[in-house]
């Protein structure tokens, strides 16, 4: 008589390599669809980010281009005036030195 192992108990067999082996679970396509998911991740993020900054520069770009147009109409503002005030005090000066001569009494 033989005697047969039990089905109960008997422990099923594998082979050796791959008993050892210990990328048997590791799934390519798997690690390689997470990687590219987070891959994806960052260059979404980034690009947000991005797009953020430009906007944020874009803005101030903005102020600082109103901020010197603003500059210098005030330049140009204060330009002619000086020359308005010249002009006065040319003016004031020519009468004043006239009278003066008128009462030294030269050419009266």
Do not use: C
Request: net charge neutral; proline share 5%; glycine share 2%.
């Amino acid at each position: 008589m033989s005697k047969e192992p039990d089905i109960k108990t008997a422990t099923p067999k594998t082979e050796p390599a791959a008993a050892h082996n210990p990328f048997s679970a590791f799934d390519p396509m798997a690690a390689w669809t997470a990687s590219q998911a987070t891959w994806q991740k960052f260059v979404t993020d980034s690009f947000s980010r991005a797009q953020a900054w430009s906007d944020e520069y874009a803005s101030i770009e903005a102020q600082a281009y109103s901020r010197a147009l603003q500059a210098v109409d005030t330049w140009a503002q204060l330009a002619k005036d000086t020359i308005n005030y010249s002009q006065q005090l040319t003016t004031q000066a020519r009468k004043l030195g006239f009278e003066a001569i008128r009462k030294a009494g030269v050419g009266a």
